[in-house]
T-cell receptor
Framework: AQSVTQLGSHVSVSEGALVLLRCNYS??????LFWYVQYPNQGLQLLLK??????LVKGINGFEAEFKKSETSFHLTKPSAHMSDAAEYFC????????????FGSGTKLNVKP | NAGVTQTPKFQVLKTGQSMTLQCAQD?????MSWYRQDPGMGLRLIHY???????DQGEVPNGYNVSRSTTEDFPLRLLSAAPSQTSVYFC??????????????FGEGSRLTVL
């Protein structure tokens, strides 16, 4: 079975600082990987996804993530945080041989300080 | 361009009552699913469907029932609500044909409180 670990349930950065949100997965075969963002009282919105093409994936709002097979990681980064980035972020995986099930991490709440 | 629509957005139930959360999508997606979101636990899959007449269990199916009579609709039924079912519920869909690695599209959620 797939599993996803997000290190840090809360991350706080200053406006303009680097954002780094960590995601590690467990799978014998590299899965499909996703990052979603959830603003308060809203559903989840796709930020970016990795589907075995380029290992560096660019998403919306200036976010990007790099797939590292050797580290089983898919960390999310943004060079300069903006106040509007404050939200909860979820990493998710879907097995390439069973994409009927998505597995989500427990989420990381990002706080951006002025 | 409605996408995935969930109703109701808020609901309060008493223990033992039954109710149905509605989900409809207008994207002609074959795959539909229900998740519950609880603090610190991320999203957990309750049930999913890959087409009309086909449903299967996810990680936490107990206490929930689903059916899929049309491509568009995928209702979630709570037969006898319990306080442990207090949660935020999300419906999500995705296309299957030719969409390897396709992402889920989410509704805005239904917040359920069971007293």
């Amino acid at each position: 079975a797939q599993s996803v670990t997000q290190l840090g349930s809360h991350v706080s950065v200053s406006e303009g600082a680097l954002v780094l949100l960590r995601c590690n997965y467990s799978s014998s075969v590299p899965p499909y990987l996703f990052w979603y963002v959830q603003y308060p009282n809203q559903g989840l919105q796709l930020l970016l996804k990795y589907t075995s093409a380029a290992t560096l994936v660019k998403g919306i709002n200036g976010f990007e993530a790099e797939f590292k097979k050797s580290e089983t990681s898919f960390h999310l980064t943004k060079p300069s945080a903006h106040m509007s980035d404050a939200a909860e972020y979820f990493c998710a995986v879907s097995a390439i041989d069973n994409f009927n099930k998505f597995y989500f991490g427990s989420g990381t709440k990002l706080n951006v300080k002025p | 361009n409605a996408g995935v629509t969930q109703t109701p957005k808020f609901q309060v139930l008493k223990t033992g009552q039954s109710m149905t959360l509605q989900c409809a999508q207008d994207m002609n997606h074959e795959y539909m699913s229900w998740y519950r979101q609880d603090p610190g636990m991320g999203l957990r899959l309750i049930h999913y469907s890959v087409g009309a007449g086909i449903t299967d269990q996810g990680e936490v199916p107990n206490g929930y029932n689903v059916s899929r009579s049309t491509t568009e609709d995928f209702p979630l039924r709570l037969l006898s609500a319990a306080p442990s079912q207090t949660s935020v519920y999300f419906c999500a869909s995705r296309g299957l044909a030719g969409t390897v690695g396709g992402e889920l599209f989410f509704g805005e959620g239904s917040r359920l409180t069971v007293l």
